[in-house]
């Protein structure tokens, strides 16, 4: 039950996102569902793999590189996705803080 909750909170803070950054475009509801699934599933699958085949430039930039990962991240599930779209790798920098920052706002409150 609490993975399902979780989805859907993480599927209303993406339709959050979505509506206040220009430059990502969201055609509903069950496009952010997938949206949340797909990210899930790359940050279980995926990211881990890109986080260590970049560790050295990782450890070099002090963490900030992760940022790039994560833009990349949403880059794919934009290509992956239909119904979601980021214009660009910038909006897609600045669509994965703001969505960390929404994130940590609503668990802060439940």
């Given at each position: 039950m ?57 450890i ?10 994560n ?20 909006v ?19």
């Amino acid at each position: 039950m609490n993975i399902l909750i979780n989805w859907l909170v993480m599927a209303f803070a993406i339709m959050f996102t979505a509506y206040i950054l220009p430059g990502v475009t969201l055609s509903g509801f069950g496009a952010a569902l997938l949206v949340a699934l797909v990210l899930g599933l790359l940050n279980v699958l995926i990211k881990p793999l890109l986080l260590i085949l970049t560790l050295p430039i990782n450890i070099l930039t002090l963490g900030l590189f992760t940022f790039v990962i994560n833009a990349l991240v949403i880059m794919m599930v934009s290509a992956l996705v239909p119904g979601f779209k980021v214009e660009g790798f910038w909006v897609a920098m600045i669509f994965s803080i703001v969505l960390s920052i929404v994130l940590y706002l609503i668990n802060s409150i439940k």
